[in-house]
């Protein structure tokens, strides 16, 4: 006979592993089974709440199935909350008109009505577990008889693009407190960019608002005392007889419009009044008109050297040419090289001569690359035999030609062609007119519909512009423009030359004319020809000729304020 024996503790850890398993099991289904049934509960009461809330809108009359201030209008709110169980259950109810294709639809409805019935859509959404849960709820509503629009007409939105394709999916508001109650609906366009709300109640006030993210927007207008001719005007609708109407929207685009000083020459010059422009010397002294070697008579150095500070400009076009006045007694030399921003003499393969240093002037930079060397310096190098004598320089300098120059701040006005009604004279009244300034850099990016948008100013004219105003401006494109502003006078003209494509020409002859008035100027890379200083006179002459080309005249120009006029050959 075996004898008994307790558990040990191995046993007992395993049995307690064995029970905490079950009771997690146990526990695990008996949770889920709450979880379930918590929803069920909540599911079972949004389906409650859409049930009343359909039985209720069919209990109404049916001219008063619509939506407050919607259309069809009636007296069921968009949105409501109601409370059941703990659970916040939001209400949202969607009423529309529906064309049977039992009888026909559109055009082709056999009885001509094509709103049969009403569609009423009710969801019920509410917070579950940290998710939205929805339950939705359709049904259609009948009139007894003869399908109705209650008296009301139908209102249809049509919204294309600037090519006349279709939008979907734009924002179609409609607003009319005239009515009481008073509409205002948001709606969207279909795929076919089509908005039909039937059942509009008759009135001659229906604002219509269209829009879409990243897009231009289109509206009616109302008629008042400026504006008394609005293009569109507010829609009316009229019982049982549909009202459409076209709005256009396109995407946005952008204009980055700069205004420039033109390219012009500028020189640092020094005459040695001190040493202020000098970035480094040696054994030298520049003082009294002067640059020589240090020490006098009798104790001169015998030799030294000296550097002026860099010149350079953020819009360098062009390196110009080095001039200077060198005197150098028998017994002594001096001479002026051109260097690199780290002093180093610019190679002969680059500017000949360089080397050895030049003792004759003018000095042409012509050849050498504003890019491979955008800073450049000049350096002397001055020697004598005698400690009694120095060789000298009275002054030096050195030209560049830069720009365009951004110059900030200047005011201008874009008005688009765009016209949204006339005055009770017939004056036009534009829907895009923007005054603003191209800011401290001289640039202003500004967000625009496709339009044509004239350009104008004070205080400045247009001397030059590569694209001449007015900007076409097409949906979804980037535009950078550079107007080049001189001195404003009394009255102006820039001729634009093309060939028969319409491309600017430049170096083509222009000669502007009339009685004791004749100017010939030479088109820019832009094509352009800038006349300023003109008198205000309708009786302007223009010929152009180019080598190449046939030439080309015409007469009869008025020059009036900014006038922009472009010729072909």
Same mark, same amino acid.
């Given at each position: 006979m075996k004898a008994l024996r307790g558990m040990s503790l191995i046993d007992v850890i395993i049995g307690t592993a064995l029970v905490s398993i079950m009771f997690f099991g146990i526990f695990s289904a008996l949770r889920a089974s709450l979880v379930?049934?918590?929803?069920?509960?909540?599911?079972?009461?949004?389906?409650?709440?859409?049930?009343?809330?359909?039985?209720?809108?069919?209990?109404?009359?049916?001219?008063?199935?619509?939506?407050?201030?919607?259309?069809?209008?009636?007296?069921?709110?968009?949105?409501?909350?109601?409370?059941?169980?703990?659970?916040?259950?939001g209400i949202q109810t969607f009423i529309d008109y529906y064309d049977d294709p039992a009888d026909g639809t559109g055009s082709n409805d056999t009885n001509g009505i094509t709103q049969d019935y009403k569609q009423i859509k009710i969801t019920v959404s509410y917070t579950f577990g940290n998710a939205t849960k929805q339950y939705v709820l359709a049904s259609n509503?009948?009139?007894?008889?003869?399908?109705?629009?209650?008296?009301?007409?139908?209102?249809?939105?049509?919204?294309?693009?600037?090519?006349?394709?279709p939008v979907s999916g734009a924002t179609v508001q409609i607003v009319n407190s005239s009515l009481s109650p008073s509409v205002n609906e948001t709606a969207f366009t279909n795929i076919a960019g089509q908005v039909n709300l039937p059942g509009a109640l008759p009135s001659t006030q229906y604002q219509i608002t269209v829009s879409k993210s990243g897009y231009s927007t289109a509206q009616t207008y109302a008629r008042d005392s400026t504006n008394q001719n609005p293009t569109p005007g507010y829609l009316t609708v009229v019982a049982n007889q549909t009202t459409s109407s076209t709005f256009a929207i396109d995407y946005l685009?952008?204009?980055?419009l700069g205004t420039y000083s033109p390219v012009a020459t500028s020189t640092f010059t020094d005459s040695f009044a001190d040493s202020s422009k000098l970035a480094s010397k040696s054994n030298i002294v520049a003082s009294g008109g002067s640059l020589t070697l240090s020490?006098? !008579?009798? #104790?001169?150095?015998?030799?030294?050297?000296? $550097?002026?500070?860099?010149?350079?400009? /953020?819009y360098l076009v062009s390196w110009g040419q080095v001039?200077?006045?060198?005197? !150098?007694? #028998?017994?002594?030399?001096?001479?002026?090289? $051109?260097?690199?921003?780290?002093?180093? /003499?610019?190679?002969?393969?680059?500017?000949?001569?360089?080397?050895a240093g030049f003792t004759s002037f003018p000095v042409n930079l012509a050849g050498v690359s504003t890019t491979t060397y955008p800073t450049l310096a000049l350096s002397a190098s001055l020697s004598s035999n005698s400690a009694n004598v120095t060789p000298s320089i009275s002054n030096w300098s050195l030209s560049m030609s830069a720009g365009p120059t951004p110059i900030p701040n200047v005011s201008f006005t874009l008005t688009g062609a765009k016209k949204i009604g006339t005055t009770g004279a017939g004056a036009a009244i534009y829907k895009t007119t923007i005054s603003t300034t191209t800011g401290s850099t001289g640039i202003n990016s500004l967000s625009l519909e496709y339009d044509s948008y004239g350009f104008s100013l004070s205080g400045y004219d247009i001397t030059d512009a590569c694209g001449v105003p007015p900007y076409a401006l097409s949906p979804a494109t980037t535009y950078n423009e550079k107007v080049i502003l001189g001195p404003q006078t009394s009255n102006e003209?820039?001729?634009?030359?093309?060939?028969?494509?319409?491309?600017?020409?430049?170096?083509?002859?222009?000669?502007v004319s009339r009685s004791g008035y004749t100017q010939t100027v030479q088109?820019?890379?832009?094509?352009?020809?800038?006349?300023?200083?003109?008198?205000?006179?309708?009786?302007?002459?223009?010929?152009i000729s180019k080598s190449g080309y046939t030439s080309n005249s015409a007469s009869g120009i008025s020059v009036n304020g900014q006038t922009l006029y472009t010729i072909s050959f």
């Open positions: 379930l049934s918590s929803y069920i509960k909540a599911e079972a009461a949004a389906s409650a709440i859409a049930n009343n809330e359909m039985e209720d809108i069919r209990a109404l009359p049916y001219a008063s199935v619509g939506l407050v201030n919607g259309i069809p209008n009636g007296v069921i709110p968009e949105y409501a909350t109601t409370t059941a169980d703990g659970i916040t259950f509503y009948a009139p007894q008889g003869l399908e109705t629009t209650d008296g009301g007409g139908t209102l249809q939105v049509l919204v294309v693009n600037a090519q006349g394709a685009s952008t204009l980055n020490g006098g !008579a009798g #104790s001169y150095a015998l030799s030294g050297s000296a $550097v002026s500070v860099a010149t350079t400009s /953020p001039n200077a006045t060198l005197s !150098a007694p #028998s017994g002594t030399s001096v001479s002026v090289q $051109v260097v690199d921003q780290n002093g180093n /003499p610019i190679p002969d393969t680059v500017l000949p001569g360089n080397s003209l820039l001729v634009t030359v093309t060939d028969s494509s319409g491309t600017p020409l430049s170096g083509a002859s222009v000669t088109t820019s890379s832009c094509g352009n020809a800038y006349f300023g200083s003109m008198s205000n006179a309708s009786d302007y002459s223009i010929s």
